[in-house]
């Protein structure tokens, strides 16, 4: 595709509930990464994937959130159990994974845990 | 300390004059330095990306790195209103694959 496709775009949620979050990277990119960003703040690192090697799990906050990535392509993010602190703008980016190839991020999805 | 410093801002310029927003990183060792721009309620998008010592041009936009000082900064010429938007730094750490390090971001305001 011509870029990095999240969706939804926007999920309300309540607390206590699970939720999956897509992304659909560039085609041809190796590398998906997961950050989230909370409102007014930086953004927080979460998983990344790169080809066939073990993902880098070091930024999840917690064991409720877990992601796969299917075929090398298609990724899910998973929250289980949302907390009303997970609100916050889930970013997908993808990038060739090579050397200093920049990030190219997608539009996003809100997250909102009520 | 944090692997990625900014001033948060806001910075605020008149329209026409030269924005200049700074950074600083922890990784002495960190090879790729990267600004993006993030309007309100976007998604970040890339601006500029710098490897090596120096001064890097993309029609408006410089960017300039000293590995020696750890400093990344993005000066920006005959700032528009349209520039006004959050400005994150990132650098790709040492031993961290792909992944990058983001500041918190720079609040830039161009004024008419």
């Known amino acids: 595709g011509a870029g990095v496709s999240q969706s939804p775009s926007n999920k309300v949620t309540e607390k206590g509930k699970d939720v999956e979050l897509r992304c659909d990277p560039i085609?041809?990119?190796?590398?998906l990464y997961w950050y989230r960003q909370s409102l007014g703040q930086g953004l927080e690192f979460l998983i990344y994937f790169q080809g066939n090697s073990a993902p880098d799990k070091s930024g999840l906050p917690s064991d409720r959130f877990s992601a796969e990535r299917t075929g090398g392509s298609v990724s899910t993010l998973t929250i289980q159990r949302t907390q009303q602190e997970d609100s916050a703008v889930y970013l997908c980016a993808s990038s060739l994974g090579q050397g200093a190839s920049p990030l190219h991020f997608g539009n996003g999805t809100r997250l909102t845990v009520t | 300390q944090k692997e990625v410093e900014q001033n948060s801002g806001p910075l605020s310029v008149p329209e026409g004059a030269i924005a200049s927003l700074n950074c600083t990183y922890s990784d002495r060792v960190s090879q790729s330095f990267f600004w993006y721009r993030q309007y309100s309620g976007k998604s970040p998008e890339l601006i500029m990306s710098?490897?090596?010592?120096g001064d890097k041009e993309d029609g408006r936009f410089t960017a300039q790195l000293n590995k020696a000082s750890q400093y990344v900064s993005l000066l920006i010429r005959d700032s528009q209103p349209s520039d006004s938007a959050t400005y994150l730094c990132a650098c790709r750490p040492t031993g961290g694959g792909n992944k990058l390090t983001f500041g918190t971001g720079t609040q830039l305001k161009v004024e008419l």
């Open positions: 085609s041809g990119h190796t590398a």
């Open positions: 710098i490897y090596s010592n």
